[in-house]
């Protein structure tokens, strides 16, 4: 059998060199300058554009494109395809077009006063194609904060010490808001308090473990907060009533953090939970060696094979009950940990509004990706160590704990006892999850706010609002989560920000047309083109097959599904087919600017489009 060791070596390996040799190359390509002032120096204001350290900004970006997608993705492709297929998109596709969207998303942020993707669109484009990607981006921000919300309640239902663990990490990171903007106090003597306080929430979790209902599957006993069966709270009949409540509840938390300033809770919060993900990540995988070499493992060394298929059969094995080809599904199951547009509108929305100086631009965007693919890593490492039970995985709800049991067995390497590992591994998880909730749908409201731009009507001033805008997207997410079903939305999602990322890839390969004609367009126009015809031909699947054929066309389906499991599907039938249609038109609008602007060459001595030069 093979050693997961051999799935930390490839992804090591091939991440070192791309950070050595193609971030360095990249850094010169876009011509770095700290003497340029960022947009966070020049508009300070206290509330968005706010300087921050690289550690605290770095802490903010990876926690916020980290999240828990490059965990869920690489766990549901490897129960249907194998772990060599999963392993090999992350090791080769993250260096060579994650980390450049990533990197280049926020290079063309900062030349651009911090705006978002969007605003650069339409800087080069129009305002009809600023007006499209926005809505684009949008709707993926809905499908984001759906699927996130499923995935924090299924561990907090599954682990209820993790959710004791994250409500006094939530409490922590607003004290420690505090701590560093209000009282001025130092961040190292603070960072050493509050760090300390996280981890001890995971005993706290163990002693006194909580949950809204009875919890139910993986979990043991728990203090139950609320009375009765909740029966009446949505969606408790397809998740059962403690999942379906802390689904309410993460939305609802999501949102009312998404309109707070973000030194209340943001930046707090993504700098400490960044100490979880690095002790997480890198814990995990020295944990891997040691254990390998020092057969220290529970179990010994034996411990640490794959047990996972290295490969089942192109359509999908045995381990779950779906029928999906490899191409192209793997490329979208596999969103985040490879490739994501979800973090151009991290880099372009908030990260490039905190950017101290330009240099820093290599370690948080391009270096931010690859630590998420080691994250990807870690996740395929621990699943592929759990031997897969009797009667195979049944769905999301049962193979996402896998990460925290695997996660945990690793880490007994060191001597952690089982159980806490797990708990520690499930806090890290839903750390990201709930960063990754309230962070897109603040993104969701400078969506809104860039496409009404300065309200004229009261429609539009209502639209603008932020509790109002906030407000629909939660909610619209919500109807679709509602649903339960995982198999058909999980991809979607990924389609769709896949596409996302190769409409930011476009916006950049623009912004070097117009720059200067000395700048080749290969970097970043040859992952435009891959990850065009891979999303849209999966979502153009998931749309005719998965939300037509398998669903309206099937007598059988249609004799049993609710009325809330129609309207779920015919929406993601509908999203499917508006998102390729949007993205099909930004990119014929981008390629004619392309066209028109090498037609009319800029001399080499002109400075770079949205520079301090121009």
Aim: aromatic share 10%; glycine share 10%; with cysteine.
């Amino acid at each position: 059998m093979t050693g997961v060791i051999w799935i930390v070596v490839l992804v090591v390996g091939l991440f070192s060199a791309g950070y050595v040799g193609y971030g360095r190359y990249l850094s010169r390509f876009v011509e770095l300058d700290d003497s340029r002032d960022t947009p966070a120096h020049k508009y300070q204001d206290g509330q968005e554009y706010v300087p921050a350290k690289k550690p605290v900004l770095l802490g903010h970006h990876f926690s916020s494109i980290a999240g828990g997608a490059p965990i869920a993705g690489p766990i549901t492709a490897a129960f249907i395809w194998g772990w060599v297929p999963a392993v090999l998109w992350v090791a080769i596709g993250n260096p060579l077009m994650g980390a450049v969207h990533d990197f280049m998303a926020l290079s063309s942020s900062i030349r651009h006063e911090g705006k978002s993707i969007g605003f650069i669109i339409g800087e080069y484009i129009g305002r009809r194609g600023k007006n499209m990607f926005l809505l684009f981006a949008f709707l993926v921000i809905i499908l984001v904060v759906a699927v996130f919300a499923l995935l924090v309640a299924i561990i907090l239902d599954a682990y209820p010490q993790a959710a004791t663990a994250s409500l006094i990490y939530i409490g922590l990171a607003v004290v420690f808001g505090v701590w560093l903007y209000q009282l001025d106090l130092p961040l190292s003597v603070g960072t050493l308090l509050f760090v300390a306080g996280i981890f001890g929430s995971v005993w706290a979790g163990l002693q006194f473990p909580v949950a809204l209902y009875e919890p139910s599957g993986f979990a043991d006993e728990a203090f139950v907060l609320l009375s009765g069966s909740g029966e009446w709270v949505p969606g408790a009949g397809l998740f059962g009533a403690n999942t379906a409540m802390w689904i309410l509840v993460s939305l609802v938390y999501a949102a009312l953090a998404s309109v707070l300033p973000v030194w209340v809770l943001l930046q707090p919060r993504d700098y400490l939970s960044s100490f979880l993900l690095y002790t997480g990540v890198g814990g995990t995988l020295l944990a891997i060696v040691v254990g390998t070499i020092l057969g220290t493992t529970e179990g010994g060394a034996s411990a640490l094979q794959i047990e996972v298929p290295a490969y089942t059969s192109f359509m999908g094995g045995p381990l779950v009950d779906v029928a999906m080809p490899l191409f192209p599904l793997l490329f979208i199951t596999i969103a985040c940990g490879t490739i994501s547009g979800f973090h151009s509108l991290v880099s372009s929305g908030t990260t490039a509004k905190q950017l101290n100086k330009e240099s820093d631009a290599r370690t948080i965007g391009y270096g931010g990706m690859l630590a998420e693919g080691l994250l990807a890593a870690t996740a395929l490492s621990a699943v592929s160590v759990i031997a897969v039970t009797e009667g195979g995985v049944s769905g999301i709800g049962a193979a996402l704990p896998n990460f925290a049991e695997g996660g945990g067995l690793i880490l007994t390497s060191f001597g952690i006892p089982l159980l806490t590992g797990e708990v520690f591994m499930a806090l890290v998880f839903v750390s990201f999850l709930l960063t990754s909730l309230d962070t897109a749908l603040r993104l969701g409201r400078y969506m809104v706010e860039e496409l009404v731009g300065t309200p004229e009507t009261p429609v539009e001033e209502t639209a603008a609002n932020k509790y109002v805008n906030t407000g629909i997207a939660t909610f619209a997410a919500f109807l679709l989560v509602s649903s339960g079903q995982w198999e058909q939305l999980w991809p979607l999602f990924g389609g769709a920000n896949q596409l996302l990322a190769a409409l930011a890839l476009l916006a950049a390969t623009v912004w070097l047309a117009n720059w200067k004609d000395t700048k080749q367009l290969l970097t970043t126009g040859v992952p435009v083109i891959v990850m065009t015809f891979i999303t849209i031909c999966g979502l153009l699947w998931l749309a005719f097959v998965e939300n037509l054929q398998r669903t309206f066309l099937s007598s059988e389906w249609m004799a049993e599904a609710s009325a809330l499991e129609m309207g779920s599907s015919a929406m993601r039938l509908v999203l499917a087919l508006v998102l390729v249609w949007l993205a099909l038109s930004i990119i014929k609008m981008g390629y004619d600017n392309v066209q028109s602007a090498r037609d009319n060459l800029l001399t080499t001595d002109e400075p770079a489009v949205g520079t301090d030069d121009d």
